[in-house]
Structures are given as structure tokens and as C-alpha cells.
């Protein structure tokens, strides 16, 4: 399955292994991911498509946001994020 805008992927290599992230956008062999804490919105991690596979495809608010291209929050990734990983409060520190 190639990956596309919008979908949720998990990272195979590098610092961030295992980590989900948000796919906001793609460079030729790049994507650009977000995680909306560690890796912002306004500065996306650049990370090639061999090093992340595809994990699951939301069916929120925020990827039809991304598909039309309007803008989101980081708040809004981490909510998402949070939702699908099944993890507590994405807001708190600590």
C-alpha cells in the first residue's frame, strides 16, 4: 500500500522508532510527518518512505482537513494520535 496524505504511519528507523505520526505531506520519496509535540505542524519531520509503514487510515475531522488542505493544530494531531494509539490525556505533560 503506498502511503498517502492524511494516513497514520508508524516509524521503522531512526531516534523515533515506533512512534506514530500523522502524514501531512510527501516529497517524491520523503514524507512529511507530524506528531504534534515532539514534531510540529509548522516544522515536519522530513523522513523517507522506506523508514515508516503505514499503520492506519483515520477517518477524522483532521484527514479531511488535510485532504482539503486547510489548516490544522497540533493539538488537533496529538487529539488523533492520542484517540488511535489509545493513550490517556495527550495534552499533559509528563
Same mark, same amino acid.
Given at each position: 500500500m503506498d502511503i498517502a496524505k492524511s494516513m497514520i504511519v508508524?516509524?521503522?528507523a531512526g531516534r523515533d !522508532?515506533? !512512534?506514530l505520526f500523522l502524514v501531512l505531506g510527501t516529497e517524491?520519496?520523503?514524507l512529511l510527518l507530524a506528531d504534534g509535540k515532539t514534531r510540529r505542524v509548522e516544522r515536519p519531520k522530513? !523522513? !523517507?518512505r522506506k523508514h515508516a509503514v503505514f499503520a492506519m487510515a483515520p477517518a477524522t475531522c483532521v484527514a479531511e482537513k488535510i485532504q482539503n488542505g486547510e489548516t490544522i493544530t497540533n493539538?488537533?494531531?496529538r487529539n488523533t494520535l492520542a484517540q488511535l494509539s489509545g493513550a490517556?490525556?495527550?495534552d499533559q505533560e509528563g
Open positions: 508508524r516509524s521503522t !522508532k515506533g !512512534k517524491g520519496d520523503f522530513r !523522513k !523517507k493539538r488537533e494531531v490517556g490525556n495527550p
